[in-house]
């Protein structure tokens, strides 16, 4: 069964909280009790729901811009609230004596600052905010993102363990590849943050990719490498013989996703978090 054939079969465990839900197109921005800001896709479910954290680049451009918030979209049908933060430099993230995007992540890599770490420390609290008041379902959380938005979601799986499951699109895996590093290629906290050093953290978790087959801005062939990794560990700690881990290397033009990209990763998250709901696993392979 292929994964929009899946979306249609994980619909019945949706349902109710589809109905339940309600719908609201544009995103509010609020913050947590102590100051940290999120943008929130969807009002204050009857029932804790499940939430899509979304990661592109500022709250308002995941949330509004359908390259970015076409699988929040398709999963709100679903019961799904989608959640955002500003990427570190990015937005109100940018900070007095930083560089821009990934320029500002090198610059604070280089006075001893880790930007993931932040990210994924606002990005829990916001999630205890929403467990709290009673937005968010803890056991049906997910994350998706693009390109340096895939980057954080993933780390933020590794950081978090309650992200049960991640959509990548276009992920950078390596800092290193990107040409905002090209003059920091032995940066040692730059390379402590490649995806490859963090698959202990996520091995076990299903991990869903897509990515050009000729990608030179965030590197095909780490992407590969990464998904190498990640299944290789998954394998030797003892998870499943196979690992629940998908990477569609696809013919699109450099740095960009299949058109079909963002409706396979919603059906997928779908189908991984119903197996999840009936505490089933994928069937191993022989």
Known sequence: MNYLNSLAVSLSLFAPACAQAQQNNDAQVLQTPDGVRFGLLGLKPSKPAPILFVFATTVEV?????SYA???TILAK???LSVSLDLPCH???RKEGDGEGLSGWRIRLQKGEDPVADLT????KVL???VKE???DPARVAACGTSRGGFMALHLAAADPRVKCVAAFAPVTNLLALSEFAAAKDHVAAKALSLANHAERLAGRPVWMCIGNHDERVSTDDAI???RRLTAVGVAAGKSKTPPVELHVMPSPGHSIHATAHQEAAAWILATMAEKSRGTKPKEGK
């Open 128 to 130: 205890d905010h929403l």
């Open 121 to 124: 420390a606002r990005s829990s």
């Open 134 to 136: 009673g937005y968010a």
């Open 225 to 227: 490498a990464f998904t």
């Open 70 to 72: 076409e699988c929040g």
């Open 91 to 93: 937005g109100k993230e």
């Open 78 to 80: 679903h019961g799904f």
């Open 62 to 66: 995941s949330l509004g811009n359908k």
